[in-house]
T-cell receptor
Framework: DAKTTQPNSMESNEEEPVHLPCNHS???????IHWYRQLPSQGPEYVIH???SNVNNRMASLAIAEDRKSSTLILHRATLRDAAVYYC???????????FGQGTRLTINP | EAGVAQSPRYKIIEKRQSVAFWCNPI?????LYWYQQILGQGPKLLIQ????????DSQLPKDRFSAERLKGVDSTLKIQPAKLEDSAVYLC????????????????FGAGTRLSVL
């Protein structure tokens, strides 16, 4: 399984944008980039995923570098409820398996 | 839409005892997963079912862990006998099978069962 690298922790302020980076230099052409987040005392929840193009949904945006070796999850206007551990995961096309790393613990200051 | 249901939410046992966790996936989800999450780490896949068949159990410690999904819906995960290092949160997730239009490649997780082995 290709590996991802994320900062252990990040901090931001409420109502400001947050950019969460992820490096995946060994990504293959058939690997999808998935982001999940885990709120305190809950199971992970899906945030967004993409393959090559940037993606937007109601929760966040995913910006994928042209060479696909890195990506950034963007929360446009953070709220206190966005405080969570964010996981960047590579999923091989045709497989359902998710391999979680340690993720980035995001703290939001009021 | 009802989410993935797990019970119990918490369980405390002594080492060498046995314990069982139950999971009811989202209706229509043929694929079911059990993960183990040790404090401070990301979840680790233990076993994946497609309907009532095992797809991947490569990381399941089969000498003490077992899981079943007899009717292709609910699932139970059992540990017998438990060790101190089994203290963790056990998460169940479900999804549509890959290839179905509705799959969207998304797994839905329950809130988990927190196991403490003393």
């Amino acid at each position: 399984d290709a590996k991802t690298t994320q900062p252990n922790s990040m901090e931001s302020n409420e109502e400001e944008p947050v950019h969460l980076p992820c490096n995946h230099s060994t990504i293959s052409g058939t690997d999808y980039i998935h982001w999940y987040r885990q709120l305190p005392s809950q199971g992970p929840e899906y945030v967004i995923h993409g393959l090559t193009s940037n993606v937007n949904n109601r929760m966040a945006s995913l910006a994928i570098a042209e060479d696909r070796k890195s990506s950034t999850l963007i929360l446009h206007r953070a709220t206190l409820r966005d405080a969570a551990v964010y996981y960047c995961i590579l999923r091989r096309q045709g497989a359902q398996k998710l391999v979680f790393g340690q993720g980035t613990r995001l703290t939001i200051n009021p | 839409e009802a989410g993935v249901a797990q019970s119990p939410r918490y369980k405390i046992i002594e080492k060498r005892q046995s314990v069982a966790f139950w999971c009811n996936p989202i209706s229509g989800h043929a694929t079911l997963y059990w993960y183990q999450q040790i404090l401070g780490q990301g979840p680790k896949l233990l076993i994946q079912f497609q309907n009532n068949g095992v797809v991947d159990d490569s990381q399941l410690p089969k000498d003490r862990f077992s899981a079943e999904r007899l009717k292709g819906v609910d699932s139970t995960l059992k540990i017998q006998p438990a060790k101190l290092e089994d203290s963790a949160v056990y998460l169940c997730a479900s999804s549509f099978p890959l290839g179905q239009v509705l799959a969207k490649n998304i797994q839905y997780f329950g809130a988990g069962t927190r196991l403490s082995v003393l």
